[in-house]
T-cell receptor, first 115, second 113 residues
């Protein structure tokens, strides 16, 4: 079964540092997403991306965050000047249709610890 | 505002038991509904979509009541492998956006032998 892959699986970074989380969506998918889950809390939407631009972003996704599709396969989430509260599991996801009952496939996540 | 609310549990049931989870959502314009399963420190995985007519997949039955904004999941003949957190998820798209998934906090299920 095709899958979304994410790297790194775990990263520890110092507060104030920049972090880039990488994702390779499923190859024929056109819609990409980042979600995050703080330990013990619910999964939260960050951003959706289609046709090389952001489709929607949540109130969490402020100027500290950015996304990019630098080539035909990777989809990255950059977090500038990390804060302690950015510690969370970050899930990349992709789908072949943007709305309706299409299935969104999640990667295994990148666990970010900010110290 | 809590878009999706679930009973957090935990539910501890013996193998073979039937267990039911409930969920309510606040946005009446929500368009699609799902149950996901999440194992500890893993990604959410789609268990099943939920339709107004109700749908069944093996031991799992899901129901949606749009008027009451209520979603349910019934698991029959519980297996040890059903132990996980069950996430109620609702999709809402504004205008031409792709939509976003709103997750509940999950209901934890432990099935014991």
């Amino acid at each position: 079964e095709p899958e979304v892959t994410q790297t790194p699986s775990h990263q520890v970074t110092q507060m104030g540092q920049e972090v880039i989380l990488r994702c390779v969506p499923i190859s024929n998918h056109l819609y990409f997403y980042w979600y995050r889950q703080i330990l013990g809390q619910k999964v939260e939407f960050l951003v959706s991306f289609y046709n090389n631009e952001i489709s929607e972003k949540s109130e969490i996704f402020d100027d500290q965050f950015s996304v990019e599709r630098p080539d035909g396969s990777n989809f990255t989430l950059k977090i500038r000047s990390t804060k302690l509260e950015d510690s969370a599991m970050y899930f990349c996801a992709s789908s072949d249709l943007g709305q309706g009952v299409n299935t969104i496939y999640f990667g295994e996540g990148s666990w970010l610890t900010v110290v | 505002r809590k878009e999706v609310e679930q009973d957090p549990g935990p539910f501890n049931v013996p193998e073979g038991a039937t267990v039911a989870f409930n969920c309510t959502y606040s946005n009446s314009a929500s368009q699609s509904f799902f149950w996901y399963r999440q194992d500890c420190r893993k990604e959410p995985k789609l268990l099943m979509s939920v339709y107004s007519s109700g749908n069944e997949d093996g031991r799992f039955t899901a129901q949606l009541n749009r008027a009451s904004q209520y979603i349910s999941l019934l698991i029959r003949d519980s297996k040890l492998s059903d132990s996980a957190t069950y996430l109620c998820v609702v999709n809402f798209a504004r205008g031409s956006t792709l939509g976003r998934l709103y997750f509940g906090r999950g209901t934890q299920l432990t099935v014991w032998p």
